[in-house]
């Protein structure tokens, strides 16, 4: 370095020290800047562009294509209008440069806002600015850019202002000729005249490019939105560890959506034109508020009105440049939260293409510029120096899609297509779900069913039936209900989690909210509305309010919330599954009380559940014993005992079952249906032979046969129900009062399975006085009381001697 180079620098350091010290100067110390140092920004400006153009791809097996230069492709895209994010990644930053110059990584992570600058800068001086074609001026008519509607006007304008100067001229010239000569050659100055007027007609459109002058500002020659997205090593923080010193610092945190507005448009660049010189004025906007020009400020204006008022400026809206704009509040995690403290919540302000990328109840990651904004109107007279923050969004990804949003890898694929083939899936994907708690296998298959669901039915009157599943486990304290339902939201890819004391029948609907942007009503959705396409899991179902439990009751049936409030009458969507947890009225179910007694809920919500589980915990020495040793298992390995070399799936493979499962649209076919109907009658009759029956049928308990049919043939990936899926469905659903039939009837504990059934063959004979039975309607009795058909099997095969069953399985003959 020349010695002479340091002389200036050394004199600019002492009147940077006085100008800073000041009055309080007290000794002849230097000025030593707070930064690492002075950066000169027009190297980085360089540097910048050099990346932009040098950069190569290394994925990219051919190194001289255009594709595996990465940015100047993406630069491309955007001079061919095909793309508008330009997205770069500190990764590749991170790679390009020398380890000398590495620190202009951490650079960017600390002052993200100057570098989008500098990066907008380079990005400018790269792209072809866009060039007006006046060959084909119908080329910026079907567009809705601002830049190729000004150009149009502009072109339109150019156009008539060339043909009224043409008029003019030939207006002067023939009047030129006639004075001239106005009795002299009058036929070939007429026979001039036409030809003339023929070639200035031929000329009329035909204007040169160099009389359009570009003079837009940068903001609106702009047909990109620059991102700039944090390394794949970035840690992400908590809510509520993001402080003063990451203001301006690119920040990546993850918490849950609990609010979205709704998309609006916000001013870039205002255009005014003026009411006397028709001069076009733009206004550059770079804050959430700004004050309007009112006078014009061009120099024609300036020089006809010397005395005089400038002319009155008007806003034009149709020329004037609009981004997308979102705001949203994003909520620490409950594993983020600690013990004792509420959930942190913050700001995050979307822009352009990022907006719609994320609704309530998402959980998202997300990388952005932690930056401050000042309080506005009456606020910001109370909040005096304090300034609100919020987040400038570069980039979001969601934690857990919806089914349908869900892509799976080709290697998940061939894993959930080859695991289908096996007979015995359905029990396997069963005990998948919450290895760790010990037993309720029947109660995992029906949560496993309610994830799958059945197919919703839109009528062509408008009617629809609902194809979702909704489930209540009734039972004693202390046999993991909680665990299952939490278990349930983890797997689900939309699963809302609330008790029923701290919920109520706002907080489960919608709530009548002021919008912090317009400052209009709003509604809000509760657990149910951000539930949508989910499950919504409810604990502590019986300790909520009456009035607070009747809000589920139309969401349960017809999957809608109807409000009307503050002057806001609309309907919502709230297509979940209702998957309850309650306890019995005494706490522990009294056998000495009727059903309806220990329930202690209406019979119009339990009529809208397809499955109602009753647990009970009774002593017994085997089940306390496995139990117990489950228990202690899961205590010591941190993991469920391995049975029968059975390894559990995980929840990324049920989670990509179920989104394979939900394609199909099973059909109940034709020979199918007396079968059905016969099931869904000899239940009526069962009901009406008991004097305190566990469940009133009604047909809701009939759908609720088809729906958890249509679930298990989607299980088995079918496109028509068979007669297997609705035996399973019927034993399911004694299967859910197993445990009360049990208890109640004790005698019939000491008999066995078959001897059972065999009781039922001979009560019908009875019954009927008959011999001679259909073997298809005692086969639907015996199913209806919740035995399989290899039970069935397993009978016959053992009373040969008593029960004769013919070849053709059609008839029973009792000997």
Do not use: W
Not at 88 to 105: A, G, N, R
Not at 107 to 115: L, P, Q
Not at 191 to 206: L, R
Not at 748 to 773: A, E, F, G, H, W
Request: aromatic letters at 8%.
């Amino acid at each position: 370095m020349n010695p002479k180079s340091k002389a200036p620098t050394k004199t600019f350091a002492k009147k940077a020290a006085k100008n800073a010290a000041g009055p309080y100067k007290t000794s002849d110390t230097p000025f030593i800047p707070l930064g690492r140092g002075f950066i000169d920004y027009d190297e980085e400006v360089k540097k910048c562009t050099r990346f932009l153009l040098e950069f190569q791809d290394v994925r990219v097996s051919d190194k001289e294509s255009l594709e595996s230069f990465k940015y100047k492709s993406m630069m491309k895209n955007i001079e061919d209008r095909k793309t508008k994010k330009f997205d770069i990644e500190l990764d590749d930053v991170f790679s390009y440069f020398s380890l000398k110059e590495i620190e202009i990584v951490e650079r960017i992570e600390r002052n993200t806002i100057t570098y989008l600058r500098i990066f907008t800068k380079a990005l400018d001086s790269l792209l072809k600015i866009p060039e007006i074609s006046t060959h084909d001026p119908n080329q910026y008519l079907d567009s809705e850019t601002v830049l190729d509607i000004l150009v149009s006007q502009r072109i339109e304008k150019l156009k008539n202002d060339k043909q009224f100067q043409q008029q003019q001229q030939q207006q002067k010239n023939k009047k030129s000729f006639l004075s001239v000569n106005n009795n002299k050659n009058s036929d070939n100055i007429d026979s001039d005249n036409n030809n003339n007027d023929e070639k200035q007609d031929s000329n009329i459109g035909q204007y040169s490019t160099n009389d359009m002058k570009f003079d837009f500002p940068t903001e609106i020659i702009r047909r990109y939105e620059l991102h700039i997205l944090p390394r794949r090593d970035t840690v992400s923080l908590p809510i509520r560890k993001i402080k003063s010193e990451h203001i301006g610092a690119l920040v990546t945190l993850t918490g849950i959506v609990t609010r979205v507005t709704d998309v609006k448009p916000m001013v870039t660049v205002a255009l005014y034109t003026c009411d006397q010189c028709d001069a076009e004025i733009f206004q550059e906007i770079t804050a959430r508020e700004f004050m309007p020009i009112v006078m014009c400020t061009s120099k024609d204006c300036a020089q006809n009105s010397i005395g005089k008022s400038a002319g009155s400026l008007t806003i034009q809206t149709r020329g004037s440049k609009f981004i997308k704009f979102q705001e949203m509040k994003i909520q620490e995690i409950a594993d983020q939260v600690p013990i004792g403290h509420t959930p942190r919540t913050t700001k995050v302000f979307v822009r352009g293409e990022l907006t719609r990328m994320a609704s309530p109840g998402d959980i998202v990651t997300l990388a952005g510029v932690f930056l401050p904004t000042p309080y506005t109107g009456h606020r910001a007279i109370r909040a005096g120096l304090l300034a609100d923050t919020y987040i400038e969004a570069m980039k979001i990804s969601q934690h857990k899609k919806t089914y349908e949003q869900l892509d799976l890898t080709e290697e998940m694929s061939q894993q959930v297509e080859l695991e289908a083939q096996n007979e015995d899936i359905y029990e396997k994907l069963a005990r998948s779900i919450a290895p760790e708690i010990y037993g309720h296998l029947d109660i995992k298959k029906s949560l496993l069913l309610m994830m799958i669901g059945g197919t919703s039915k839109q009528m062509k009157d408008g009617m629809s039936i609902r194809g979702d599943i909704n489930i209540c486990l009734m039972g004693d304290p202390g046999v993991a209900k909680s665990q299952l339902l939490k278990h349930i939201c983890k797997i689900a890819p939309r699963g809302i989690y609330t008790s029923g004391k701290g919920s109520s029948g706002v907080g489960l609907t919608a709530a009548v909210i002021r919008d912090s942007v317009t400052g209009d009503f709003v509604l809000e959705g509760g657990s149910l509305v951000l539930a949508d396409m989910g499950i919504c899991c409810i604990d502590e179902f019986d300790k909520m309010e009456d009035a607070d439990r009747t809000a589920i009751h139309e969401v349960m049936e017809q999957q809608t919330i109807s409000i009307a409030k503050a002057g806001i009458t609309t309907t919502l969507n709230a297509r979940t599954s209702i998957l309850a947890a309650a306890n019995p009225a005494y706490g522990r179910y009294n056998f000495k009380k009727s059903p309806d007694e220990n329930f202690n809920l209406p019979h119009s919500l339990l009529s809208r559940f397809d499955l109602l589980f009753l647990i009970i915990d009774r002593p017994n020495i085997e089940n306390d014993r496995r139990l117990a040793q489950h228990v202690t298992h899961v205590h010591q390995k941190q993991q469920a005992p391995k049975e029968d070399s059975f390894e559990p799936f995980s929840s990324e493979f049920i989670r990509a079952y179920v989104s394979m499962a939900r394609k199909y649209n099973p059909t109940v076919p034709r020979d199918l249906t007396e079968y059905i109907v016969e099931a869904y009658v000899t239940l009526r009759k069962l009901e009406l032979q008991t004097k305190q029956p566990f469940t009133y049928t009604t047909a809701r308990t009939l759908l609720g046969i088809l729906r958890l049919a249509q679930a298990h043939a989607r299980c088995r990936f079918a496109t028509e129900i068979s007669r297997l899926d609705v035996e399973e469905a019927m034993r399911l659903l004694h299967s859910s009062k197993a445990s009360l039939i049990e208890e109640r009837d004790k005698k019939k504990q000491t008999v066995d399975p078959l001897s059972s059934i065999y009781n039922i063959i001979r009560d019908y004979s009875n019954k009927y006085q008959t011999r001679s039975m259909e073997y298809q309607i005692i086969e639907t009795k015996i199913i209806t009381r919740g035995f399989t058909k290899i039970q069935i099997d397993q009978f016959f095969e053992s009373y040969q001697n008593v029960v004769n069953l013919n070849e053709s399985k059609t008839n029973i003959n009792l000997l």
